[in-house]
């Protein structure tokens, strides 16, 4: 006779219980017996807590390790509802710097940065296994555009520079469940320094070698072809270097230092639709000029994380109001919510996505 989920209660009230657990939880969860790492580690546990409402928005950082090799970096989460941060794993990877994105329940991080590398790590948060994933096929490449898809399952790769710093205009896709490569049309025009977000069944790219070349194209994915689709939309986000772009749920988000504020759009056609989420504090933006600006976005709820010479702030916007968060060593300012020290190393990137 199988055990009881919780002795003396039913199996249903038991499963309601269990689907109401934060998600920091769940690693020590999974000790309690054999039964409840079945129940917490299948898919159908996850369905069920989404379905009935439980999912919780989450944020995945990859963060550089102080005082260590500059390869060895951390993959963390943040829990905006409770506010809990979660160190998942470390990892060691060549690439100055790694880009991580979600793909149902796990994460796939790339290093994008110099030397080029081709590694790629995928972490499962459900059983919380890592596993190298097949490397990207040649030529290497660095400082390319890089997102996903949680419907399809798939990450995009296009673009970025060769090892002697030429632009690219190739593109690929990874099948995460496949663990495969699979080679996409070429971009238009090669580009690279440039940053990718997927929106509403298109890979959209944004950027080129040039520091003001601000411009984008998009794969659509049913198409399989490379489109101007949402290209209006894209671009009137896009204008200038100091502008971090997220995309969730089909809505774009963008949050423009010199405006001072985060607005969202949800108009596939990009002729109109943007509105104001609100505006950072004058404390924020009376900060060093960021050199780049990374957003993670989920309902009801955007982080922008600037990154400026001499340190980096987070600020988390919630219904309106502004939470703010210092990651390295010493800003001049004194905030409500404070990211534990073990934390305060160079953040990297950042995604969000639920669970």
């Keep these: 006779m199988e055990a009881a989920l919780i002795p003396g209660l039913p199996a249903d009230v038991a499963l309601e219980c269990l689907v109401r657990l934060p998600f920091h939880a769940f690693a020590g969860a999974r000790c309690v017996c054999k039964r409840w790492r ?32 500059a390869g ?95 632009p690219l205009r190739s593109a690929l896709a990874y099948d995460v469940a496949a ?58 986000a896009l204008i200038g270097p100091w502008i971090g772009v997220a995309a969730y749920e089909g809505r774009v988000y963008r949050c423009d230092y010199w405006k001072g504020g985060v607005d969202v759009c949800s108009d596939n056609g990009g002729e109109g639709g943007w509105r104001s989420l609100g505006v950072v504090s004058k404390k924020v933006h009376e900060l060093p000029i960021p050199v780049f600006l990374d957003v993670a976005a989920w309902n009801g709820g955007v982080m922008v994380v600037r990154k400026f010479y001499g340190g980096q702030t987070a600020s988390i916007l919630e219904e309106g109001k502004w939470k703010e968060v210092v990651l390295p060593r010493k800003v001049a300012l004194s905030w409500k919510v404070k990211l534990p020290w073990k934390f305060s190393a160079y953040v990297q990137t950042l995604c969000s996505f639920q669970l």
């Design 38 to 69: 079945e129940e917490i580690t299948s898919p159908s546990f996850y369905r069920l807590r989404k379905a009935s409402g439980h999912a919780r928005p989450l944020v995945a950082l990859v963060r550089s390790i102080p005082s260590h090799d």
């Design 179 to 236: 663990d495969a490569w699979v080679r996409l049309p070429d971009m238009e025009r090669p580009r690279k320094e440039c940053r990718g977000i997927f929106v509403n069944g298109a890979f959209c790219v944004r950027g080129g070698q040039e520091l003001f070349d601000w411009t984008s194209e998009a794969f659509d994915v049913e198409a399989g072809r490379w489109t101007a689709k949402q290209g209006k939309l894209l671009e009137k």
């Design 72 to 166: 060895f970096k951390n993959l963390i989460l943040f829990d905006p509802t409770t506010g809990v941060w979660t160190r998942l794993l470390q990892f060691f990877d060549w690439s100055e710097y790694c880009q991580v994105a979600a793909v149902g329940h796990e994460l796939v991080v790339i290093g994008v940065g110099r030397p080029p590398t081709g590694t790629v790590h995928v972490y499962n948060l459900l059983t919380g296994v890592r596993r190298r994933g097949a490397t990207m096929p040649r030529p290497l490449r660095a400082t390319f555009a890089f997102a996903t898809s949680a419907e399809a399952r798939m990450a995009y790769v296009a673009g970025g520079e060769n090892v002697h710093g030429m």
